[in-house]
């Protein structure tokens, strides 16, 4: 891979990176290591890897086909992917679930003579508010979930509100979808590949669910995860989000050192007192929610207003979550015309501003109250 390639396909993680080493330079010589939280990055990476365990499997395929033997009409057809997305984003994440289905719309849409965007589009909204309403759905509840130390009624009470509205929103915009009388050949009946080993990665994926609710250590999660993974299906561990990982790493560097350079400690400090919904709402458009959530948790202990703002942060631009450059990218690659990737964009980013507009001025008038 040269670094061109590299460098579009890990932007972010080489971003995290260059930061946590130029903020090193003026911290005094520290155990850096100390600033990371490695539970975190542990769980990480054991849900990474289940879930790569099911894909491997073709279990998500094996739904995919059998949700589509509900649609009859363009319409339902739509609106099966678009709500399959959005509750199964909040068990495997919302990036997952838009691997998982968006190539599917894309093949399912060429089968049938139409335009997939504004599908993908809505799809990519589903999987950010639908992954909204779990710890799991997205790595920025999961940090924020594991930091706050709430209780699991006090955070669904938070995320409920975000995730229902935007159920609602949903709905209203899948009845612009035209209905149409439609016929569907998925091809050949897909089989699931090993199923004795689902028995299994369910099991890692209870012990995970079980870690995260603070049943069980971080280590039995970890080491069973490593220890079945290794045994049954090694090439697991290639299909790990390693640059997620790192990028977390280096952020956690990052912010450990400006919390001890007392001037900008200071600053952002004052700069997000009583503002951490909006500054988080704002930053998640600039550098995505994820590297927002892992920089502001460090210099507040206002839980609530950062998870509702990255969360909601998480729709708006392309880059507001890094879930949403899969589905471009995905749909990017299965056309050539730079008016349809503009187009794309435009629907995109008009579809956006719709739902982070009302999910921004419910969040104020009713759950920040």
Known sequence: MSFKELLKKEAVTIIAAAAALISCMFVPVTDY?????????GILFSLMAVVAGFSENNVFKKLSVSVISLAGDTRRLAMTLIF??????????NDVALIAFVPFTIMLYEKIGRSPVYVI????????IGGAFTPIGNPQNLLLFS???????EFFGITLYVTGIGFVLLLIASVFIKKEAISIDTGDELEIKNPRYLVLYAILFILCILYVFRVIDIIYVLSSVCLVVAIIQPKIFSKVDYGLLITFACFFIFVGNLRNIPGVSKTIVAALNGREFECSLILSQFISNVPTAVMLSGFTDKYKALIIGCDIGGLGTMIASLASLISFKCYSGSVSSG??????????????VVFLAVLTACAK????K
């Not at 290591?33 to 990055?41: K, T």
């Not at 399959?84 to 994440?93: D, Q």
């Not at 589009?121 to 950010?128: C, D, K, Q, R, S």
């Open 147 to 153: 930091i706050s130390e709430m209780s699991v009624p």
């Open 339 to 352: 008016k349809s990737k503009l187009r794309f964009i435009g629907i995109f980013t008009a579809a956006n």
């Open 84 to 93: 399959t997305v959005f509750f199964i984003s909040m068990l495997i994440t």
């Open 33 to 41: 290591v100390e600033y990371i939280d490695a539970d975190l990055i």
């Open 121 to 128: 589009v809505l799809e990519t909204i589903a999987a950010n």
């Open 365 to 368: 008038l009713f759950i920040l």
